[in-house]
């Protein structure tokens, strides 16, 4: 069977890639010498060619894991992956020093879901004061995840924007409900987007026109195509990212942004990681099961083209680092 | 060489006798364009027309099976790269791997836990498909002792993990007539592990190391001594060369551009620990046809088994239950109601917390198209309107006397309007994962009782 003519033209194109159709390369973080504090920036992106496809393309960034650091007492979390987190539980700043000092974390991503009405309603006031304090002790460049959707999230989002103007942070996420606060507080304090939408080729395309009619530059922003959990819709993701990918190296410049994706939230609330051995001896250890389950989602992800993956276990972390060492090694 | 409709038409009787369920010689050409049928479905077609069209027609990769009867495992004829393009068919197969050199107590316990695994999930039954016995002696004696113990335990096909045509040949007898995957041939044995494949009709795996070049040209030279049944065993460097590998052969299959590219393909996985799990996450999402467990441990199974079954969803097709209420345990009037969506997973899910809780309810199942709770909610299929008209249809308000009605928490919000839209009803908002219902039957349902 011949392939249908669509993926025709994309094969050809991307065997054919001659460089001119690539992901945008996006710069998170600033130094000194680009008007921020951080001790480095990172990039991630700039690939033309399918993942890890080196075999036909150049992948000059790697993929990027982010650690999460919630800014209230996770009591939410199960106990397999609070277990490693016990001494600052609801300390985020030791939390953060210890991941970046201990674990060499690159990149954190400040989960401010402490500020939702229904959780300790934190202020924008709060939220700032720990970003402020974060930004002083801890060098690396920085994902700002705002309360969600809402009101909250704007007052948040733009507090923080303010308070860490020049430190180019990745702001989480503008969606198509409510772009316009988000996308202008990156503007106007020299940040970055995330673009969320579920689950929709061309939805997420129509929010990076919207984003990009604010002549707000391409390169400053990110797509959330939202994640679905290993065993918990993973797979609609997975395809929803091959799709954009494919129309993004086909040279479509609406869908050339790369990828985030926040494993660690849809991997940690599932039955499966949570379920004792007593329960299920079938299913074997309940740590490890939690473990994988985490690994094997960011895994397939990356194969999906994931550039930036939001994580939370130190050992899922360590395992994932490495299987992208091993894509990213050339034959 | 893709043929037209009419190319194909072409070839056809032109009886028009309909005996192939079309009206028309025609309209069947056109689904055999579609792949939508099968030639054989026209008992008239020439000799010559089925040379022509059954080579265009073959799949552009072959459909090997391993073993035989029930638990045959069949991989390959896959027809696209991306499972969005239309779907993946034939699911990785998952094998786990034991060798001659273990004790018979460790061989057993690892058999043992490999093949009694079983999860269901989705309403789909998740086991582990194959088990391969890898000869590390190099006495023939050990493996055939091996084989015969694995056989003795389960009935899963087999692998049968060779260079030494002496073992390999003795292994072939001790698997009896179950047509095992021989692994395999290359340019030192391949005369004696050809002629072993055929005398057995066993698949083949081509292994003769190198490049893929010389992997596609070994299999080529396989099928030219007559061996039919043939699976790829490449034998990549890392990871990053994995993918490669495994990606060139896929297209270059799909392509028909490359002789001897058009089989399933085999990786195996060693070590175990989360890194192994990591490799065989790549090996299933890219093209892998079998995965081969080397040190597997019993925690793997549940987390590959999941992914697998999610590639391979048909992606234009939801998993779906039928709308409807049903019974769950000894249901009574008096028991308590839910509702829920008809996507499979959630259904499933939600059943069977049910059913853990041991408190017998009834389950009212609405139409949503097959799709989760919010995705359907968001979607307008799972609202107060369509709740409402399920509830009445069903008679539920004298099925259920009480005329209560538990809601998911994620849909909390409509629990006012569809107090509007059913008078008499009280909307209860159940928890949000269906992990918590036990509790929440326990706690919430059974405290109203009294
Ligand atoms: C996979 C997915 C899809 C798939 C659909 C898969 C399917 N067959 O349903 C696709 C890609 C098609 C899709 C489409 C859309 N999606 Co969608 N999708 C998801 C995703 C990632 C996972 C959903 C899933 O499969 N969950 C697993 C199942 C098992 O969960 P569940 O049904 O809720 O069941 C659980 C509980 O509810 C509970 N439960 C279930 N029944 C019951 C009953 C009782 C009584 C109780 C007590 C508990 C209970 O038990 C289960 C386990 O805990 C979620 C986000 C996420 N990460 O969860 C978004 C999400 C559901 N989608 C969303 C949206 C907006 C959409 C679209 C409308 C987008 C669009 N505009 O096109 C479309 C709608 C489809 C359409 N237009 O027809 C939103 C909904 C937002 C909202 N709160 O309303 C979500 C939450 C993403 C988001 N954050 O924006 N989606
Ligand atoms: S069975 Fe064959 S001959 Fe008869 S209508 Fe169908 S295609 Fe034509």
Redesign the interface.
């Known amino acids: ?4 003519a669509t ?1 025709v033209i994309y ?1 050809t194109t991307i065997m054919n890639n001659s460089g001119a159709s690539a992901i945008n390369t996006v710069r998170i973080g600033n130094t000194s010498s680009e008007g921020g504090t951080r001790a480095f920036s990172i990039e991630v992106g700039g690939g033309n060619c399918l993942p ?4 036909e393309g150049t992948i000059p960034h790697r993929p990027v894991i982010a650690w999460e650091i919630p800014d209230v007492r996770p009591d939410d979390w199960c106990d397999t992956v609070k277990g490693p987190y016990l001494d600052f539980l609801g300390d985020p700043l030791r939390w953060a020093r210890c991941v970046v000092d201990e674990k060499g974390a690159r990149l954190i991503c400040l989960d401010l879901r402490g500020a939702r009405p229904d959780r300790e309603n934190r202020s924008a006031a709060q939220s700032v004061e720990l970003l402020r304090s974060i930004l002083k002790s801890v060098p690396v460049p920085l994902i700002i995840r705002g309360p969600g959707p809402g009101e909250r999230q704007n007052g948040v989002l733009t507090a923080c924007a303010e308070a860490a103007q020049g430190e180019r942070c990745l702001l989480a996420s503008a969606v198509a409900e409510e772009y316009k606060t988000i996308v202008a507080a990156a503007a106007a304090y020299g940040h970055l987007v995330v673009a969320e939408t ?1 689950i929709d080729v061309n939805l997420c395309k129509q929010l990076n026109i919207l984003i990009s009619d604010l002549h707000f530059p391409a390169d400053r922003v990110v797509i959330d195509p939202l994640t679905g959990g ?7 993701t ?3 990212m ?2 954009i990918r ?1 129309q993004a190296l086909s040279g479509d410049g609406m869908m050339q942004m790369p990828f985030i994706n926040f494993v660690g939230p849809e991997v940690w ?1 599932v ?2 990681v ?2 004792p051995e007593q329960k299920e001896p ?4 309940r740590a ?2 939690g ?3 985490e ?2 989602t960011a ?2 992800l990356l ?2 083209g994931a550039d930036l993956l939001v994580m939370r276990h130190p ?2 972390i360590a ?2 680092e ?2 992208i060492d ?6 | 060489m ?1 043929l037209t409709g009419l190319q194909i038409f072409k070839l056809l009787p032109n009886k028009n006798c309909k005996e192939c369920g079309f009206q028309t010689c025609l309209a069947f050409a056109m689904k055999l364009v579609a ?1 939508q049928v099968r030639l054989d479905a026209c008992p008239y077609v020439s000799d010559e027309a089925k040379a022509v069209l059954g080579a265009a027609s073959a ?2 990769i072959r459909l090997v099976g391993i073993g035989t009867g029930e638990r045959e495992v069949k991989v390959g004829e896959e ?7 239309k779907a993946f068919f034939h699911k990785t197969a998952i094998a786990v791997q034991v060798d001659d050199r273990l004790s018979g107590d460790a061989l057993g316990a690892r058999v043992r836990e490999a093949a ?4 269901e ?1 989705a309403g789909e039954r998740l086991c582990i498909d194959l088990i391969a016995v890898k000869e590390l002696s190099g006495e023939p004696e050990r493996f055939v002792a091996a084989v015969a113990r694995v056989r003795e335990m389960c009935p899963l096909p087999l692998i049968l993990i060779s260079r030494n045509p002496a073992c390999m040949r003795a292994g072939l007898k001790a698997a009896g007539g179950t047509r095992p995957l021989l692994w395999g041939a290359d340019r030192d044995n391949a005369d004696e592990l050809a002629a072993l494949a055929k005398e057995a009709g066993a698949p083949l795996v081509a292994a003769p190391g190198g490049s893929i070049d010389d992997l596609a040209q070994f299999a080529a030279e396989l099928a030219g001594r007559g061996v039919d049944d043939i699976i790829l065993a490449p034998s990549p ?5 994995r ?2 590998a495994f ?2 052969l896929r ?1 270059r299959a ?2 028909r551009a490359a002789p001897g590219t058009g089989y399933p393909t085999i990786l195996s996985v060693p070590g175990g620990g ?2 192994g ?3 065989a ?2 090996g ?3 093209y892998a046809s079998i995965v081969v467990l080397e040190t597997p ?8 088994l ?2 697998r ?3 391979y ?1 048909d ?1 234009q097709k939801p998993l779906q239950v039928n709308p409807g209420v049903y019974r769950i345990g000894e249901a009574k009037p008096e028991s308590p109601l839910l509702v829920t969506t008809n996507f499979s ?1 959630t259904y499933y ?1 939600v059943s069977s917390e049910i059913e853990a809780s041991e408190i017998p309810s009834w389950l009212l199942v609405v139409d949503a198209e097959g799709q ?1 709770v919010l995705t359907a909610w ?1 979607a307008g299929k799972f609202n107060p309107e369509v709740i409402a008209k399920a509830v009445v249809a069903q008679g539920l308000d004298t099925r259920v006397p009480h005329t209560r009605l538990i809601i998911p928490g994620y849909v909390a919000m409509m629990s006012g309007d569809l107090e509007d839209k059913l008078p008499g009803w009280n909307i209860m908002v159940g928890p949000q ?3 918590d219902i036990p509790v929440y039957l326990k706690e919430v349902w059974t405290r109203l009782g009294t």
Do not use: N
């Open positions: 069977m011949l392939l249908p993926d094969y890890f496809h080196h075999f579920p290993l065993g918990y819709g993973l797979e609609y997975y395809s929803v091959e799709r494919l609330k039955k499966e949570k379920v079938q299913w074997g250890s490890e099961r473990v994988l389950w690994i094997s895994v397939a194969h999906a050992e899922a395992v994932v490495r299987t091993g894509l990213m090694k050339k034959g | 893709k792949k799949p552009p027809l696209v790269l991306f499972r969005h393009e009694d695994f079983s999860v999930r460097a890392g990871a990053a060369d993918l490669a990606t060139l297209r799909l392509s989360y890194e799990a990591a490799a996450v790549g299933i999402c890219k441990s019993p925690w793997h199974y549940l987390p590959l999941t992914l079954q999610g590639i969803t992606p997973l899910m989760s968001a994962e269906s992990a």
